[in-house]
């Protein structure tokens, strides 16, 4: 998987699949798979493969509710590392002055 949103996404494969053939996807997220029905898009040549982008066209309100949970941590995380404030899940200390 390169790309995650709501919508769909881009995998890079070994084969390309069939411009609108429709997939069941599982995707692991944290603790949790998140199920749900794409079909495929027209796919590019990659150096090694293939990337295809996808977009889903069937998820469960439940499913679709943790994809976008999953998604915005991980878009939290990453404004946290480019502001320097997280680093490899851990939290940087702060200098703190020194009291007399």
Known sequence: M?????????????????????????????????????????????????LQPFRFTDMRDEDRFALQTEIRELLRQTRLLATGRRTFGLIRPRLLPKSL
Not at 8 to 24: F, K
Request: hydrophobic share 45%; glycine share 12%.
């Open 2 to 50: 390169l790309r995650l949103s709501t919508t769909g996404g881009l995998l890079e494969l070994a084969n390309c699949l069939d411009e609108g053939v429709s997939v069941n996807l599982t995707l692991h997220l944290g603790s949790r798979a998140v199920r749900g029905k794409a079909a495929m898009l027209f796919p590019m040549c990659a150096t090694q493969g293939y």
